[in-house]
């Protein structure tokens, strides 16, 4: 190929001209007129706001061409000039039958949408239908086409075939024109050659061959992997979405669509919302590729039929999971693995073993990485799976990010979890457990006091009870009196286990505590009490962040120190199988 440019095609931005440039048949204004010296030389087709496909026969050796999209109203003749062809020798069988033209600005158009070349196939046969300029039609005439077989001639062309006996021929004034499926508007080819005298038939060259000329339109013909009515549908949204104005990450959207061995985005992102969608038509392919378009397409249309959030609406979580342990590679390293979960999904993001002096930054690395794979416009929840020895380390104020010492429970929703509840018959009693649960208004907290003379064993039975959810502490975990009480409250086990870091000071002395007036901890169960005695439990999480970002501004504040083991196994589920967690997700 000679003169190719380098890079790629401009791709519109989301919010492209009504229409789109996945638009249906009936708005295809992207149609071009090419005249050179002021005569028709044949047809040509949008593919970006400023360029124009279109035969080298029509273009090359004749005066400057000029581009008229006769289909766009009061859209102006743009002037153009050819950067790149295919080369073409100047026979009517040579090959290289391409040249790309450059128009003098961008046209406020939608470009045409394209497909690869075995969309054209079918049984029955698919009728294509054909936009030229023969004489006596300078405004344009439609041909109704079909493919003779499969076979490439020469590995350039497919033949084409009159869809009727008295159809309008391939004459001169169709070459350059685009074949397009008739159901759906999209370009499966280009003319190249009109049949013999009396005969009707032609050439057209299949879009994968076009791209083997010009390599920057691999970016825009989707793999064979993909089905019309997927492409169809996700085009569709597409347009929708750039009608509505939405606001969604495109960069989020795909990872979290994307099959474990999917590509990454690439490292600029993505301009727009169509970048996207183009990404995915075009760069994935194999068996998986139609399951990734299919979330993509879901997700999307999820994010255009979203219901205002109010107070009421329960969150539908995405949660980022941060599981630290020991490491066993000696004192003062950690063991660090963050995950994050979409769509019933699992996404490995970072795994590693550190020093303690690069703890938090290591954690908040991965939680910057982990909001890429999650769903635009999801429930965020940070979960922290601690050994029980460190789960009343105080994660939720540890800093945002290196450059933003915003607590990070004061910005997200922040939960804690033991390690011991991964064990499948633990999760297997919480998910029960959260199904009932489901239908309670409020959650119901069992208060374990300072001085509470209740056994262990008891607490269990209680606990256990259908309407047990809450068990809430007056003393931190490592308090001796309550130290039984707190591991029976774990492996009950309870749903949510509350408590604040500061606890009681009197429950730690041998003497213990009474628990009456003046005790810290009775202070603490009675502002729990008010503060989320009427919160469903699937809202605690943000009741509890914005307990946090109260106490952050107030001095003394009760909540400060507040601790949440919320703990729902269903949100960590992995229907799909996505890549496999090195051992079972949260407990």
């Excluded at 982990?370 to 009343?392: H, K, Q």
């Excluded at 749903?495 to 009474?514: D, F, L, M, T, Y």
């Excluded at 970002?549 to 400060?560: F, I, P, S, V």
Aim: proline residues 10%; negative net charge.
């Amino acid at each position: 190929m000679t003169g190719a440019p380098t890079g790629v095609p401009h791709i519109p931005p989301t919010g492209a001209p009504t229409g789109g440039p996945f638009a249906p048949p009936a708005g295809a204004e992207w149609h071009a007129r090419i005249e050179c010296g002021g005569r028709i030389a044949g047809a040509g087709f949008l593919v970006t706001p400023d360029t124009v496909l279109t035969c080298a026969h029509v273009a090359l050796g004749r005066d400057a061409p000029t581009v008229t999209f006769t289909e766009g109203v009061g859209c102006p003749t743009v002037p153009a000039r050819v950067v790149a062809h295919g080369g073409w020798a100047g026979g009517a069988t040579d090959l290289g039958d391409l040249a790309v033209l450059r128009l003098a600005e961008p046209v406020p158009l939608a470009p045409a949408a394209l497909a690869p070349a075995a969309a054209a196939y079918g049984t029955p046969p698919r009728k294509l239908v054909v936009y030229g300029y023969p004489d006596g039609y300078d405004e344009g005439t439609l041909a109704e086409y079909r493919i003779t077989a499969p076979q490439l001639i020469k590995r350039e062309w497919l033949q084409l075939e009159a869809w009727q006996l008295d159809g309008q021929p391939l004459a001169p004034g169709f070459s350059g024109a685009a074949v397009t499926l008739a159901d759906t508007g999209e370009v499966v080819g280009m003319v190249t050659a009109s049949g013999t005298r009396g005969v009707r038939n032609g050439r057209m060259m299949p879009t994968h061959v076009m791209a083997r000329y010009w390599p920057a339109l691999e970016s825009l013909v989707p793999t064979a992997d993909h089905t019309t009515a997927d492409r169809t549908r996700l085009r569709a949204l597409v347009e929708k979405a750039a009608r509505a104005g939405l606001d969604c990450d495109p960069v989020r959207l795909y990872t979290a669509a994307a099959d474990p061995f999917d590509p990454p985005p690439p490292d600029e992102g993505f301009d727009s919302l169509l970048s996207a969608a183009l990404f995915v038509l075009c760069e994935l392919d194999g068996p998986g590729a139609a399951r990734t378009v299919a979330r993509f397409a879901d997700r999307l249309e999820e994010l255009l039929h979203v219901p205002a959030v109010t107070g009421s609406a329960p969150p539908e979580w995405a949660p980022i999971l941060v599981e630290l342990g020991h490491s066993g590679a000696g004192d003062g390293m950690v063991r660090v693995e963050v995950s994050a979960y979409s769509g019933g999904r699992r996404h490995p993001v970072a795994s590693d073993t550190v020093p303690q002096s690069r703890l938090r930054a290591q954690v908040q690395e991965g939680i910057e990485a982990a909001f890429r794979y999650l769903t635009p416009g999801a429930d965020e929840l940070i979960a922290f799976s601690l050994p029980r020895d460190w789960l009343d380390w105080p994660v939720d104020r540890w800093e945002k990010a290196a450059d933003d010492a915003t607590p990070l429970g004061c910005v997200h929703p922040l939960v804690v979890t033991d390690h011991s509840r991964r064990k499948a018959s633990t999760r297997h009693l919480l998910t029960r457990a959260w199904m009932r649960l489901d239908a309670w208004p409020a959650a119901r907290a069992h208060r374990v006091e300072c001085g509470g003379a209740e056994e262990p064993g008891r607490l269990r039975m209680r606990l256990r009870r259908p309407d047990a959810c809450l068990a809430a502490f007056a003393a931190a975990p490592g308090a001796a009196r309550t130290r039984p009480h707190f591991d029976t409250s774990l492996t009950a086990p309870a749903p949510v286990v509350v408590w604040s870091r500061r606890g009681c000071v009197g429950a730690g002395e041998a003497e213990g505590c009474a628990g009456g007036e003046g005790c810290s901890g009775k202070a603490f169960l009675d502002e729990l009490d008010a503060a989320l005695g009427a919160v469903p439990p699937a809202e605690l999480p943000r009741r509890v962040l914005d307990l946090r970002e109260e106490a952050d501004t107030e001095d003394g504040h009760w909540a400060r120190d507040i601790q949440l083991v919320w703990d729902d196994p269903r949100i960590f589920a992995d229907p799909h199988g996505g890549a496999a967690p090195a051992r079972p997700p949260v407990g």
